[in-house]
């Protein structure tokens, strides 16, 4: 999405310029969601709200996404204590930490570049997005942002931290192909995370959920996920229908193991592809897997699975 705030004289608050792309209008418009779209909309803004401040610097983790320098869409994850990630301005986000060695992300994340951001707290089923420009510091990365704005608990998996394991270096393997023992971690996913951009390069993070299963393995380098109603803005669905190319990072969260897929999708209207509750379905052919064991210090507990899940 292309949508910016300005303030309103009228009334002290943030009025909302539509700026939905032409594939999320698109999106929008097959899906009869145009008005609730717009009406959803008003929700983003450039600056960052106390709460959303507040909620940030809780957070030991955020995921990114970003392009490489050969436009491959990648998500990562970026770990650290509480207050991590924190604002420093009306429109700006500190992030003291960096990619480890071997993340797809290392490279991208060295010089200025659109990212997007989601800040999950599945303790409580809540998160934020933030789309904006980075730019390197000494210790992380600088973010002016462009779209704040929260998303709703559905299809969040509840899950809590139980130890920051230390000690352990991490392994980095890449290949073309999932393997069977990357194919059974996919298999018991409830969670992963959804790199895209628009024409223009502007890029976004989104997390889907739902209980283990929903994120199909079709193949060795063919995925399929079921699209659930969300809140009918379709930032990610509207991306793919622009540009095809996108992430995907799928964590093991009780031994820190990430699997970070990059490829193309394809959003499939055919209803003999979709599960229940879902509003079509998105194919994903993959290109490259980078496989990190130990890519994050997190362990987290078994999951309570969603009850808004189909």
Not at 85 to 113: C, F, M, N, Q, Y
Request: proline share 7%; hydrophobic share 40%.
């Amino acid at each position: 999405m292309n949508a910016v705030s300005t303030h309103d004289a009228h009334n002290g608050g943030k009025a909302w310029v539509s700026g939905y792309h032409p594939g999320e209008l698109a999106v929008q418009r097959r899906m009869g969601q145009e008005d609730i779209a717009q009406r959803v909309g008003r929700m983003i803004r450039a600056d960052i709200p106390a709460a959303a401040a507040a909620f940030l610097a809780e957070q030991p983790m955020i995921v990114v996404a970003a392009a490489d320098d050969g436009g491959r869409m990648w998500a990562g994850q970026l770990v650290g204590p509480p207050g991590f990630v924190h604002a420093s301005g009306e429109r700006a986000i500190e992030v003291e930490a960096r990619p480890k060695a071997g993340d797809p992300l290392a490279e991208s994340l060295r010089g200025t570049r659109h990212v997007g951001i989601i800040a999950l707290q599945p303790q409580l089923r809540r998160r934020m997005r933030v789309n904006g420009v980075i730019a390197p510091t000494t210790t992380g990365l600088h973010i002016d942002t462009e779209q704040v704005y929260s998303n709703c608990p559905k299809y969040i998996s509840r899950r809590g931290i139980e130890e920051w394991a230390t000690g352990e270096s991490p392994t980095v393997r890449r290949t073309t192909a999932l393997d069977e023992p990357q194919r059974q971690l996919i298999a018991r996913a409830d969670a992963f995370f959804v790199a895209s951009a628009d024409v223009d390069g502007n890029a976004d993070a989104s997390h889907r959920g739902g209980n283990p299963g929903f994120l199909q393995v079709l193949s060795p380098t063919r995925l399929r996920w079921p699209d659930y109603r969300g809140n009918s803005m379709f930032m990610t669905l509207g991306n793919i229908a622009a540009d095809p190319r996108c992430g995907l990072l799928i964590p093991d969260w009780r031994t820190g193991t990430t699997l970070q897929l990059t490829g193309t999708a394809e959003i499939t209207w055919e209803q003999a592809a979709f599960t229940a509750g879902a509003q079509c379905a998105i194919d994903f052919t993959l290109i490259e897997v980078v496989e990190i064991t130990n890519a994050t210090p997190l362990r987290w507990s078994e999951p309570e699975l969603s009850p808004a899940n189909p």
